[in-house]
Every structure is written in structure tokens, then in C-alpha cells.
């Protein structure tokens, strides 16, 4: 899977995909994560000329993000291959765990676009075949987020990722609540213990308590 990330500051990412499982699975190639910046589509040789925003038409607050650059920038990642073209928005398709789970099965090139300020000139959305996607009924400053989002969502999907697929807790019966060793944790004088059922080796009555506590 290579994940192509439409973004003006590709740097955001930096932390989450050097650590842990990701990291691993760039390591070992189970996944790449390229940068395409809109700025670097623009002609201009100084951070000034290379702007790539400016007012709405019709008036209001804040800039758009041009179209052309963002276009630019798609075709490179595109080039040739059959890639799904994910546009953020608040009003678009919920994202959940059946779509990481096609998405894993489906593709092997995904593109995400990441808006900021006022959002981007709507015109993108004429030039190529996009899918509008939400992560929840809430607005962010930028895309950058949810695409990190569905890279970790749609990753553990990819056999190899987590290393044991029953770790997908999706696909085995998962509780919310987890223990470990101590069996007992004693704090300002109280003690909690670990629920009898999951000491008891009885693997029946331990699913069963996990199916009760979903």
C-alpha cells in the first residue's frame, strides 16, 4: 500500500509515522507514505512567490487554498496508476472500520488531501474522481489529521502490519477494558483487582464476560 498525502505541511506527520507500528511497517515495507507539497507546483522561487492561497470569491473570512497547485500535485501522485482520491470534509461519508477493511483489500495507491484556512477552490473536485470522507461530525483546522487517521486505520488491516492478525480486535471478541499482572493495584489505600472470571482459565465464561462488557 503507498499512501500519497496531498499536503502544505507534510512535516505534521513526522512524529506519529516514526514511531511504533508504522514506523515498523515502512521499515519493512508494508507500506510507504509519499509527500506531495502544493507550494513545490507553484513558479515562484521564494516562500513569498510560491503562495498558494488567497481571498474567497463572494467574500468572508479567511483563504482558499488555489486549485491549480492542488491539481498539479494530484496528477504527480496519480501519474499512471489506478488510485482511490480521498477528500476531507465534515459532510462527507462516514469513515469506519468495514471501509479501512475494503480500502486495505481494494487499493494499492491512496491519496489523501488535506485542506486548510477556508478549505480548498472547489474546482479539484471537477478534475478528478474524488470520494468525500469524514472521521466524525466535527471541524478541524486541517486534513493532515485525518489522514492519519485512516493511514492507522487502514494499515492494521494490511496482513503483516500488526504482525498477528489477532490483534485485530475487530476480529476476535475484545473487551473494552484490559488487564495485566499486578493482581492487585493498591493505591491511597484501596485495592483493585482484577476481575475473578479472567483468572479463572475458563475460556467459555472469559468470552462471554468480554461479550457483556462491549
Avoid at 5 to 33: G, M
Avoid at 45 to 67: F, H, L, N, Q
Avoid at 100 to 122: P, S
Wanted: overall charge positive; proline content about 6%; hydrophobic content about 35%.
Amino acid at each position: 500500500m503507498t499512501y500519497h498525502i496531498i499536503t502544505l505541511f507534510p512535516a505534521a506527520f513526522d512524529s506519529y509515522l516514526n514511531e511504533s507500528i508504522l514506523k515498523r511497517a515502512i521499515e519493512d515495507k508494508k507500506i510507504k507514505v509519499k509527500f506531495y507539497n502544493p507550494r513545490d507546483f507553484t513558479k515562484g522561487t521564494s516562500y513569498a512567490d510560491r503562495r498558494v492561497d488567497d481571498k474567497p470569491y463572494g467574500g468572508g473570512p479567511g483563504m482558499v487554498i488555489e486549485a491549480l497547485p492542488v491539481i498539479k500535485a494530484i496528477a504527480k501522485a496519480k501519474g499512471n496508476k489506478n488510485a482511490k482520491i480521498i477528500w476531507f470534509t465534515p459532510s462527507g461519508k462516514q469513515f469506519d472500520t468495514k471501509y479501512a477493511k475494503e480500502a486495505a483489500t481494494k487499493h494499492k495507491n491512496i491519496i489523501f488531501i488535506c485542506g486548510r484556512y477556508e478549505g480548498i477552490d472547489a474546482r479539484v473536485k471537477k478534475t478528478f474522481k474524488v470520494e468525500e470522507i469524514s472521521v466524525g461530525p466535527f471541524v478541524l483546522t486541517g486534513g493532515e489529521l485525518p489522514a492519519m487517521l485512516l493511514i492507522d486505520s487502514i494499515s492494521r488491516q494490511i496482513p503483516g502490519v500488526l504482525g498477528d492478525m489477532q490483534s485485530l480486535e475487530e476480529s476476535r471478541i475484545a473487551s473494552p477494558d484490559v488487564y495485566t499482572r499486578p493482581e492487585v493495584v493498591e493505591y491511597k489505600g484501596k485495592k483493585y483487582r482484577v476481575p475473578k472470571v479472567l483468572l479463572s482459565g475458563n475460556h467459555k465464561l472469559i468470552n462471554e464476560w468480554r461479550r457483556n462488557k462491549k
